[in-house]
């Protein structure tokens, strides 16, 4: 999508905002001894209370109101009978659609323990997104943020999943200009314009490098038992810098 009218990024902040209350509210309930599905039903419940429509649901009739997926799945994980368990390392994934607009947005973490090693993986997992996010300018190669991205990843001795990429939304979940790549492409030649929409979200790994099938039809899992996180905001690129439409403040 790309907006011209500010009545356009009226509505897009209007669902980021609720995407990114509804993924916060998410982790502060998430608790051990809770089912995954339980998770869920606090998004659907907030999400309905705000009249948003998953977006997953909406678009491709996913096994629930949003993804979480507990490691080893790394992404589009199925809401089920799954019971969370101290020290695991969870992503959540959120995203909805409101009077025609869509946000998209994603964080992982390690639940209610202190692991020095995965703590250091989620706060880096944050200072990859935001290395990408300052790279994006208008006017700039799309693949910037990429670039940005994968020498962060470098100097710091990860991996980054180079199946999993960053994509269009706001009119619809994944539109043009289709998949962003967050690693260094030299085959990618586009330009960011002003007002394009769309995600960053790098999955950043102690050495995993590609997403494989799972045994369901959604979940994916690293290529290597290596922890991997996920961060992800949707933003709207400005001459003035990009808007972040899902920070949940």
């Known amino acids: 999508m790309t907006i011209d009218r500010e009545d356009q990024l009226d509505g897009l902040k209007r669902i980021g905002l609720i995407v990114g209350r509804t993924l916060e509210a998410m982790r502060a309930a998430a608790e051990p001894g809770m089912t995954t599905a339980e998770l869920d039903a606090i998004a659907a419940e907030l999400l309905e209370q705000e009249g948003a429509r998953s977006a997953p649901r909406l678009t491709y009739n996913f096994p629930g109101d949003t993804c979480i997926s507990v ?24 995203s909805a ?15 209610h323990a202190k692991d020095a090693a995965l703590d250091a993986l989620c706060r880096d997992g944050k200072r990859a997104l935001w290395t990408g996010i300052r790279a994006v300018k208008t006017g700039g190669p799309l693949n910037a943020p990429g670039i940005a991205i994968e020498e962060f990843a470098r100097k710091n001795r990860y991996t980054l999943i180079r199946n ?5 939304v706001g009119g619809a979940l994944h539109e043009e200009p289709g998949e962003i790549p967050t690693w260094r492409d030299m085959s990618e030649r586009r330009r960011i314009h002003e007002g394009l929409v769309f995600t960053l979200e790098p999955f950043l790994s102690r050495g ?14 690293a290529d290597k038992p ?3 996180v996920q961060y992800e905001h949707t933003m709207v690129a400005t001459r003035n810098g990009p808007i972040i439409t899902t920070l949940a403040a």
């Open 71 to 94: 490691f080893p799945a790394i992404a589009h994980g199925i809401p089920g009978d799954e019971v969370l368990r101290a020290g695991q390392l969870v992503n959540i994934d959120v």
């Open 97 to 111: 659609e409101k009077d025609g607009y869509f946000a998209d947005t994603g964080a992982s973490f390690v639940l």
């Open 164 to 168: 999993l990429a960053s994509h269009g």
């Open 208 to 221: 995993a490098s590609w997403a494989v099938d799972g045994k369901d039809a959604w979940t994916l899992y």
């Open 226 to 228: 290596a922890p991997t």
